[in-house]
């Protein structure tokens, strides 16, 4: 089996910052990109952003210039440094993972989502 647990999501002023966590665990051969998604009340799940293994980078253009997303390997850990925060940053945040296991299987695995309010 292979988890994916995030941390470090809460209650964050406007112009704040916060930084998500998220380790894989398990029977993991390698692991592909890895990024983020999000989803607000009401809205769809989005693409935040998005690191692959060679580290190449997307992110959305929302988020451009104010997040950024970096991985250790060496941890199967992918982060999200979000500065800036917006009110509209709120949502529950994903993290995701392609990821092969050591018996062969490729498939997207998802965390269990993190809150990210931001209010006054």
């Given at each position: 089996q292979v988890q994916l647990v995030e941390s470090g999501?809460?209650?964050?002023?406007?112009?704040g910052?916060?930084?998500l966590s998220c380790a894989a665990s398990g029977n993991i051969f390698s692991i592909n990109?890895?990024?983020?998604y999000?989803?607000?009340p009401g809205k769809e799940r989005e693409q935040v952003a998005a690191v692959t293994s060679g580290g190449s980078t997307?992110?959305?253009d929302s988020v451009k210039g104010r997040?950024?997303?970096?991985?250790?390997?060496?941890?199967?850990?992918?982060?999200?440094?979000?500065n800036s925060l917006k009110?509209?940053?709120?949502a529950v945040y994903y993290c995701n993972a392609e990821i092969q296991t050591v018996w062969g299987l490729l498939r997207d695995y998802w965390g269990q989502g993190t809150q990210v309010t931001v209010s006054s």
């Open positions: 999501g809460g209650l964050v002023q406007p112009g910052s916060l930084r990109a890895m990024g983020w999000r989803q607000a997307t992110y959305a997040f950024t997303v970096s991985r250790d390997d060496a941890k199967n850990t992918v982060y999200l440094q979000m009110p509209e940053d709120t």
